[in-house]
């Protein structure tokens, strides 16, 4: 990590998330640093951080915390790449970078007993982020969503900040109303 940005941000991010037990107040106090951050980019994304798949989208790890506390990872959506529908299990906070991400959200109309079986899900609305925007979102219930970019548009780059490793998360069918957890690979830093 040569970048000063980028190590302002990590500092930063792990100040203010370890200060913030609620994951609304960890997003609310590190959603304004992804901001600045997406400016400094081009100070600390190498080529690697650009790498990207035809099977599908590609995570490049930034950085990781010591104690997994945090992860950073630079995200390259192809066009016509998408997500499973999926949860995090963690607050998480996104930055675009290049192009526009697509994010469709689903709204759990059954409660969540923690059974992995007998799950309803409608479909909510989409946001269109372009370079610059940020968002995020918290477990409190699990966010729901899918994100992509449709096949006729350009590549999208974004940075997504995690409060956990990201090496896993919860996938949805719909049809069958399961959900089950699955490993997400990544490129190491
Ligand atoms: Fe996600």
Avoid at 22 to 42: E, K, R, S
Avoid at 56 to 81: C, F, H, M
Avoid at 107 to 130: F, K, T, Y
């Amino acid at each position: 990590m040569t970048s000063p940005a980028l190590e302002s941000f990590i500092a930063q991010s792990s100040a203010r998330s370890r200060l913030q037990s609620d994951p609304a107040d960890c997003v609310l106090a590190l959603a304004p640093l992804m901001l600045d951050l997406i400016d400094h980019a081009g100070t600390f994304l190498e080529p690697h951080h650009f790498r990207s798949s035809d099977s599908g989208y590609t995570r490049n790890l930034i950085y990781e915390a010591p104690d997994k506390s945090l992860s950073l990872y630079a995200l390259v959506w192809l066009p016509g790449q998408w997500t499973p529908v999926h949860d995090h299990g963690s607050w998480g906070v996104v930055g675009v970078v290049e192009g526009a991400l697509e994010e469709r959200s689903y709204v759990r109309l059954s409660s969540d007993r923690g059974a992995d079986e007998e799950i309803d899900l409608v479909r909510g609305g989409v946001v269109l982020l372009r370079r610059g925007s940020v968002t995020s979102f918290v477990p409190n219930p699990d966010h729901i969503h899918m994100t992509g970019v449709p096949a006729e548009r350009s590549r999208a780059v974004s940075l997504h900040l995690y409060g956990r490793a990201m090496n896993d998360f919860n996938t949805y069918d719909i049809e069958a109303r399961t959900r089950r957890r699955i490993t997400v690979p990544h490129n190491e830093s």
